[in-house]
């Protein structure tokens, strides 16, 4: 006991390290908008059963990211300056062209109109914009090119597996790029909502039968990621869960996708802690990490039981720290004994 817990004190201490030191390279971002704005398999399920149940408050405040330790200095990097050059003059190959109902337009920044902010992502915020040509509305991710190599290493995973991901209808479109010496902006469809922003509107949880539905889409997002382009995600949580307005649900988000060697990751990143798995937090080697598209379903798993219940499965906790210690420590996060169906409290048991 005495052992694991100067553990947790080394890696809390390392944690605030590398915390710090990520706020002091995060470049201001500034895009020049002309003051526009300021700135084991699973069984056969079947989600039939309605949901039962007083509905709960939600936490209405967001998980922060933090680095891992390790992750900034003494972690070898999958992909070098030199890589993410070359890689980054290929895509350069396909920006300002954007592709609207199968037409393709040429475009600039000056082409597109500032709607107002949506969001935050992983290296970056998300604005709603028109292009002027076909008052056509889209989202586009905004990130600021620096010096910083772990930042363009986001940028460039996600550029990567956004538009290679077009053929499958799990995953938010890409329309196309805007590259630029200190920007890139990646355009995408314009989605409804994600589903940390529907459960703060229901202000209770989210009914099963559409968790059904849920669960479907994005296993199947993950499934694709994996065996089409050896990716997982490595940031499944509700605010990544996207929803249009018919319905459909789609994975965003991929600036901490991790490449996938013989199936498994060798490499730790950023990520949001109330969602990570124990083997991505403490691997038995934290100078070789090794773990696979089962870390995706744990945090999968995680985000289910607060979307079914409407509360952040670890309460009482004020600190990223104090997360990680419920995770490493606790067993899995699982759903209240009633008020669920069979089906859905086997699937939440399995990951």
């Not at 915390?19 to 002091?24: A, L, V």
């Not at 070789?288 to 906790?317: H, Q």
Request: aromatic letters at 6%.
């Amino acid at each position: 006991m005495e052992t694991f817990q100067r553990k947790l004190n080394n890696l809390e201490a390392r944690l605030k390290a590398e915390n710090e030191t990520k706020k002091r390279e995060r470049p201001t971002i500034d895009f020049g908008l002309g003051g526009q704005r300021e700135r084991k398999p699973f069984p056969e399920l079947n989600f039939t059963r309605p949901l039962s149940g007083p509905s709960q408050p939600i936490r209405p405040n967001r998980r922060k990211e933090f680095m891992l330790p390790g992750t900034s200095h003494h972690q070898p990097r999958s992909i070098d300056s030199a890589e993410i050059d070359r890689k980054l003059q290929e895509i350069m190959k396909q920006t300002g062209k954007l592709t609207i109902n199968g037409m393709k337009y040429s475009v600039s920044a000056n082409d597109l109109h500032d709607l107002g902010e949506i969001g935050t992502g992983t290296c970056g915020h998300v604005v709603k914009m028109k292009h002027t040509e076909t008052n056509y509305v889209i989202a586009v991710k905004q990130m600021r090119r620096s010096g910083n190599k772990e930042e363009n290493k986001r940028i460039l995973m996600d550029l990567d597996v956004v538009l290679k991901s077009h053929d499958s209808p799990f995953i938010v479109q890409c329309l196309g790029a805007i590259i630029t010496p200190s920007d890139v902006w990646i355009c995408m469809e314009l989605m409804a909502t994600c589903v940390e922003k529907l459960m703060r509107r229901l202000s209770g949880p989210v009914p099963e039968r559409i968790l059904g539905k849920m669960t479907v889409a994005i296993v199947k997002a993950l499934h694709y990621l994996k065996e089409t382009h050896g990716v997982i995600h490595r940031d499944v949580k509700p605010s990544n869960i996207l929803l249009d307005e018919k319905g459909t649900v789609k994975l965003c988000d991929f600036g901490i996708s991790g490449r996938l060697v013989d199936s498994k990751a060798k490499t730790r990143s950023a990520g949001c802690a109330a969602y990570m798995a124990p083997e991505r937090i403490d691997p038995p080697d934290p100078a070789k990490p090794d773990y696979d598209i089962r870390a995706d379903v744990w945090s999968l798993g995680v985000s289910l039981v607060e979307m079914a219940t409407g509360e952040f499965p670890y309460t009482n906790c004020k600190t990223d720290f104090e997360v990680l210690t419920k995770v490493l420590q606790e067993d899995p996060p699982r759903l209240p004994s009633t008020g669920f169906s069979m089906d859905f409290n086997a699937f939440v048991s399995w990951w």
